[in-house]
């Protein structure tokens, strides 16, 4: 059994700390986005500059769903390219 101050478990703990960070981070990147790309099309026109900049933005609206196709073709080249490494 190891003991608390053992560094396997301060590795442990940075790892879960690290984590938490970069979900976090995550988090908050995709709140942002979500709130640029739909939410703000869906409010009232705003008077405040920033607000109104994003409403009057289209390009991540239509940056994410044209992605989605590239990204299907790259996830099946790389099944493809690992499948074929692995029996050759």
Do not use: E
Not at 36 to 45: E, Q, Y
Not at 51 to 67: A, G, H, K, M, R
């Amino acid at each position: 059994m190891r003991s608390p101050s053992s560094p396997s478990s301060s590795s442990s703990s940075s790892s879960q700390l690290w984590g938490c960070f970069f979900v976090t981070i995550g988090s908050v990147f995709f709140v942002g986005f979500f709130f640029a790309a739909v939410i703000s099309k869906l409010l009232p026109p705003s008077h405040n500059a920033l607000i109104s900049s994003i409403q009057n933005d289209w390009y991540y609206c239509f940056l994410v769903p044209l992605t989605l196709p590239v990204l299907v073709v790259a996830v099946y080249f790389h099944w493809i390219s690992m499948k074929l490494f692995k029996h050759a």
